[in-house]
């Protein structure tokens, strides 16, 4: 169906170093190809335009690191990208100048998320990030005199060497700015990266507390008045991640740029991380090169329950009874973990600690599990 994709995610890799705990598609240095990137950019955008709806509800400029692409060239691709009621960008903290957040404003960005993850110089030390706490309140202000009244700001728990204490403090220093969305993830490390070699005994330990360590994150945010609104976000009154709302919803949604993910009409596609193939083929008017798959209408039901309990609102019934064993929601209902409201389902707060696990047993088996 064509115009139907309200939602654009565009990747902009370019980084100025490599985080040991990162597993995104990214590029360190090379800003003397920012250029040829931004144009084949909006060359897949001429492509796929046909299937985006106008005006879209949200842009998202993920990375990498956005904000280090170089300024004429992000100026240009915002110039460029469609209109859209929510733009947002992530920025790492030491590349927000004054000038940057005055470029962000006049492109027609309404909402940054800013990469803080600690407010501890010593676990910012840990997960290699060019960023002191001073640089994160500095780009903090610096985005509210360009004018911005929506920023997020990101943090990490379960870092190597971090205690309760650590966390506590890091939650006190992030509200105690009053930016309008908290994201609060759990460090994950890949197996078999540089940060896991390095820190592989302490992540052990560390991952026997990420159970404390949540219930300290929703106990202090949602003290602070944010609405614990996803498993991992909190937000001030109206002010949700609409962009990620979507993913949770089970829309549609475009990607553009190398490693990007795309979900349009039942099929997903993933473009290749190879810079050189996707510049190459965009240059010759091709779609880059990509990976297919078709989401059967079971494997799409499955992933809009999973998705779907993340939020504190329920999911329609109707749209996931086929995914959901009738039995295990008997039981997770008497043991006060989910719940059937205003004709859809929901984990209450009690299931919503416990999450995964709980989603995993509601979760029907599958046919094709079935006949092994």
């Known amino acids: 169906m064509r115009?139907?994709?309200?939602?654009?995610?565009?990747h902009l890799p370019f980084c100025a170093t490599r985080c040991g705990y990162c597993d995104f598609v990214t590029l360190v240095g090379r800003r003397e190809g920012h250029a040829a990137y931004v144009d084949g950019l909006l060359a897949e955008l001429r492509l796929e335009h046909t299937c985006l709806a106008d005006p879209l509800e949200t842009v998202f400029l993920g990375g990498g690191t956005p904000t280090f692409t170089s300024p004429a060239e992000l100026a240009r691709l915002l110039s460029a990208l469609p209109r859209a009621?929510?733009?947002?960008?992530?920025?790492n903290p030491e590349t927000v100048t004054p000038e940057l957040a005055a470029l962000l404003r006049l492109g027609g960005v309404t909402r940054v998320s800013l990469g803080a993850q600690s407010f501890r110089p010593e676990l910012l030390a840990v997960l290699e990030r060019q960023a002191g706490p001073d640089a994160v309140r500095a780009a903090f202000y610096h985005l509210r005199?360009?004018?911005f009244d929506n920023i997020s700001l990101d943090l990490i728990y379960g870092i190597p060497g971090q205690r309760p204490a650590d966390l506590g403090l890091d939650l006190a220093e992030a509200i105690a700015l009053g930016p309008e969305h908290l994201s609060c993830y759990e460090l994950e490390a890949k197996p078999g990266t540089r940060f896991t070699f390095a820190h592989g005994r302490e992540l052990a330990r560390q991952a026997d507390a990420m159970e404390g360590y949540f219930e300290l994150v929703v106990e202090t945010v949602v003290g602070a008045g944010y609405r614990w609104y996803e498993t991992a976000n909190f937000c001030r009154p109206g002010r949700q991640a609409r962009h990620n709302l979507g993913y949770w919803h089970g829309d549609d949604y475009l990607g553009l740029g190398i490693g990007a993910v795309s979900t349009v009409e039942s099929v997903r596609w993933r473009n290749r991380p190879s810079l050189a193939g996707y510049l190459g083929a965009v240059a010759a008017g091709m779609r880059p090169p990509r990976d297919e798959e078709l989401l059967e209408p079971e494997v799409a039901r499955r992933e809009r329950l999973m998705l779907g309990l993340r939020l504190d609102e329920p999911i329609p019934f109707a749209r996931v009874e086929a995914a959901v064993d009738e039995g295990a929601l008997g039981r997770m209902e008497q043991l006060g973990l989910a719940e059937l409201r205003d004709g859809g389902l929901a984990l209450t707060r009690r299931g919503r600690f416990l999450g995964g696990g709980v989603t995993a047993e509601l979760m029907a088996e599958s046919p094709a599990k079935s006949t092994i």
Do not use: F, K
């Open 145 to 147: 005199d360009a004018g």
């Open 3 to 10: 115009n139907r994709v309200r939602h654009l995610y565009v």
């Open 85 to 91: 009621a929510e733009v947002t960008v992530e920025a």
